[in-house]
């Protein structure tokens, strides 16, 4: 069946604006993670969806990050006026239910900010 | 809190030689444990996991890991590699947190690069 699918695959964007991540889930899964993967920081957690609920923002990195979850479904990750050190690909992840420990990841969204 | 180390940052290797990835973690809770492999341009892939029982865990695609609770190690195995193996390789924890999901906190990642 189909993955977890994320877009767009590439964006580039100017300092200050304004961008909106999307990740489609596995259908039927419940639980959805944010990542983040920068040569500076590795991998970190976002935020983490249950439902349309977030009970789990801990890893936003500042009020600039925000994301929704709507239907249960698809989510949106959205950053406003965009800094340099927000370049970074972002992966979405998708499980089962919250305590099922396999997350099935996206191929990201590599975000450029120039 | 949580933290993951990859003792290797690069691994180089040949092919059909054995390899041995390291990773160590730190926590004052119970986790379960993970490795996940990375090819270029995609996104993560489960290779195998740890949650209790046996220490030893087989994986996908010939991969094993092996759970030492003394030295809060996991570290991933596989006995011959082949060029296809060639990618990142990000050994990760999850905390068991009283709401009963799994927030991954991940290593800084190991480059196997394998040379024929």
């Known amino acids: 069946g189909a993955g977890v699918s994320q877009s767009p695959s590439n964006k580039v964007t100017e300092k200050g604006k304004d961008v909106e991540l999307r990740c489609d889930p596995i259908?039927?899964?419940?639980?959805l993670y944010w990542y983040r993967q920068s040569l500076g920081q590795g991998l970190e957690f976002l935020i983490y969806?249950?439902?349309?609920?977030?009970?789990?923002k801990s890893g936003l990195p500042s009020d600039r990050f925000s994301a929704e979850r709507t239907g249960g479904s698809v989510s949106t990750l959205t950053i406003q006026r965009t800094q340099q050190e927000d370049s970074a690909v972002y992966l979405c992840?998708?499980?089962?239910?919250?305590?099922?420990?396999?997350?099935?990841f996206g191929p990201g969204t590599r975000l450029l900010v120039l | 809190a949580q933290s993951v180390t990859q003792l290797d940052s690069q691994v180089p290797v040949f092919e059909e030689a054995p390899v041995e990835l390291r990773c160590n973690y730190s926590?004052?809770?119970?986790?379960?444990l993970f490795w996940y492999v990375q090819y270029p341009n995609q996104g993560l892939q489960l290779l195998l996991k740890?949650?209790?029982?046996?220490?030893l865990v087989k994986g996908i695609n010939g991969f094993e890991a092996e759970f030492n609770k003394s030295q809060t190690s996991f570290h991933l195995r596989k006995p011959s590699v082949h060029i296809s193996d060639t990618a990142e390789y990000f050994c990760?924890?999850?905390?068991?947190?009283?709401?009963?999901?799994?927030?991954?906190?991940f290593g800084a990642g190991t480059r196997l690069a394998v040379h024929p």
């Open positions: 992840a998708s499980s089962l239910a919250s305590g099922s420990e396999t997350q099935y």
């Open positions: 259908s039927g899964h419940t639980a």
């Open positions: 969806f249950q439902g349309n609920s977030a009970p789990d």
């Open positions: 926590s004052s809770v119970s986790v379960y």
């Open positions: 740890y949650l209790s029982g046996s220490t």
């Open positions: 990760a924890v999850s905390p068991l947190l009283s709401g009963g999901y799994n927030k991954l906190i």
